[in-house]
C-alpha cells in the first residue's frame, strides 16, 4: 500500500511539474471571451468566496475613492490590455505603502499606493496591470487552488497509508515526498509568475506604451533593494537566486527576460511618464509620508533622488526633510533644517516646511530661530490640529493660553 502511494504522488508531482513548465518565449495574447461567468464548482465556489472579500473591500478605510484617481489609473489598465478586457476588472485603490498589486478570481484588482509612488510612468503601471490581468486571464488563482488540493490529497493519503506501517523508512519517504510536493507547489507558483510577465509585456507590445519600461521598473526595484540594504547595515541582495519557499521568479531573471521579450521596434513610443507625474501630482504628499513612517531610510532616501530627477520641488524637499529628521540623529537634524529651508525658498507659503524648519532648529539649539519657524507655521496655518502643542513652544504664545 506504501508503494501504491508513492506511485500515486510520483504521478502527482509529475502532472504538477508538467503543469508549471515555463519558457522565455513570447506570448500570445489569447482571444478575448466576453462576460466570462465561472464554469465547474471549483470555479463557481472560487468567485463566490472572492465576491464576498469584495464586498468587505469595497467598505474599508483603506481604499481610495478618489474618481479622477480611479478614472485615471483604470485608463492606463484600458490603453495595456485593451478597452474590451479592463471592462472585466473593478479596480481597488489600497492605501498601503508597498510595491503590490493583486488580482482576484471573479476580477477584483487591489492596487497599492505604494505601487504608485513606485513607478514612473504609465507603461512601468501598465506592466503590473498587466501581469495581474494575465493571472486572471489565464484563470491562475483556479490552477494554483487545485495544484495545492491534489498535492495536499497526496500527502493526506501518504500519512494514512504510512501510519499502517511506521517505521523509520517509511518517515524518511513521507518527509521526502512532503519536501517534494511542497517544492513543486512553490515551482508552479513561480511558473505561473513567468506566464504573467509574458502576458504582460505581450499587451504592452500590442498597446502604444513602450515596452522596454517593464524591464526598468525591475531595475529601479533592485536599486531601491540595495539603497535600503545599505541604510539598514546589510549586505547587497542576491537578485538572481530562489528560495525554496520563493512565490516569484528572482528580480534580476524578470528584468532579463522583460528586456529580451519588448519589441525593440517599439523602443521609441512614449511611456507615459509626464501625464504619469500629473495625475500622481495631488497624492505625491500622502504616498510620500505614509512611505516615510516604514522607516525605510535607504528606500525612502532612493525613492526621493527617484523622484527629483526632474528637478526638487518643495514637496520633495519637505520630504527629504521629514526623512532626516525622523532619523533624528544630531547630524540628521542639520542636514533636516537645510532641506526645509530649501522648501520655504521655492513656496514661502509651505506651512509644513515652516513647523520642520522650527522643531529641527529647536534641536539643535537654535531656539530664537526655531521658534521664528513655527510662529510663521502658526500664521500660515492657524487652526492646525498641533497648533495648541506648538504655541506651548513658543514662550509668548504658551503663556497666552
Request: net charge neutral.
Amino acid at each position: 500500500m506504501i508503494t501504491r502511494a508513492f506511485l500515486a504522488a510520483c504521478v502527482a508531482l509529475a502532472w504538477l511539474a508538467g503543469a508549471g513548465q515555463a519558457t522565455a518565449q513570447p506570448a500570445l495574447v489569447p482571444p478575448y471571451t466576453v462576460a466570462y461567468q465561472p464554469v465547474g464548482v471549483d470555479e463557481i465556489g472560487w468567485w463566490r468566496e472572492m465576491d464576498e472579500e469584495e464586498a468587505v473591500l469595497a467598505q474599508s478605510d483603506l481604499v481610495i475613492r478618489d474618481e479622477t484617481l480611479n478614472a485615471y489609473v483604470r485608463k492606463v489598465l484600458c490603453d495595456t490590455v485593451g478597452s474590451d478586457r479592463c471592462n472585466a476588472v473593478r479596480i481597488y485603490i489600497v492605501r498601503a505603502p508597498f510595491f503590490n498589486a493583486s488580482m482576484t478570481a471573479n476580477g477584483t484588482m487591489r492596487v497599492f499606493t505604494g505601487l504608485l509612488l513606485r513607478v514612473q510612468n504609465e507603461a512601468e503601471l501598465g506592466t503590473v496591470l498587466g501581469h495581474e490581468f494575465g493571472h486572471f486571464e489565464n484563470r491562475h488563482i483556479l490552477g494554483k487552488f487545485k495544484a495545492r488540493r491534489s498535492g495536499t490529497d497526496v500527502l493526506a493519503w501518504a500519512a494514512v497509508l504510512g501510519s499502517l506501517a511506521p517505521s523509520y523508512d517509511v518517515v524518511r519517504t513521507y518527509r521526502n515526498l512532503e519536501f517534494s510536493i511542497y517544492g513543486n507547489l512553490y515551482r508552479y507558483g513561480r511558473d505561473q509568475e513567468r506566464e504573467a510577465d509574458r502576458l504582460a509585456i505581450a499587451y504592452l507590445n500590442n498597446s502604444a506604451l513602450r515596452p522596454q519600461a517593464a524591464s526598468q521598473m525591475w531595475d529601479n526595484l533592485m536599486a531601491e533593494a540595495e539603497a535600503s540594504a545599505r541604510g539598514r547595515g546589510l549586505k547587497k541582495p542576491k537578485f538572481d537566486a530562489i528560495a525554496f519557499a520563493a512565490s516569484h521568479p528572482p528580480n534580476a531573471e524578470r528584468a532579463g527576460y522583460l528586456a529580451e521579450l519588448a519589441r525593440p521596434d517599439a523602443a521609441t513610443r512614449d511611456d507615459g511618464a509626464e501625464r504619469y507625474r500629473e495625475a500622481l501630482a495631488p497624492w505625491l504628499g500622502m504616498f510620500l509620508d505614509d512611505q516615510i513612517k516604514l522607516n525605510d531610510f535607504g528606500a525612502s532616501e532612493y525613492l526621493l533622488q527617484a523622484l527629483a530627477q526632474g528637478g526638487w520641488t518643495a514637496q520633495l524637499h519637505h520630504a527629504r526633510g521629514e526623512l532626516y529628521r525622523m532619523r533624528g540623529a544630531p547630524r540628521d537634524l542639520v542636514n533636516a533644517a537645510q532641506f526645509y529651508a530649501d522648501a520655504i525658498a521655492l513656496d514661502p507659503a509651505h506651512a509644513e516646511a515652516n513647523r520642520g524648519l522650527g522643531l529641527s532648529l529647536l534641536k539643535t539649539g537654535q531656539a530664537g530661530a526655531g521658534q521664528a519657524a513655527l510662529q510663521r507655521y502658526l500664521d500660515l496655518k492657524p487652526d492646525a490640529s498641533d497648533a495648541r502643542l506648538i504655541r506651548m513652544m513658543i514662550p509668548d504664545q504658551g503663556a497666552a493660553q
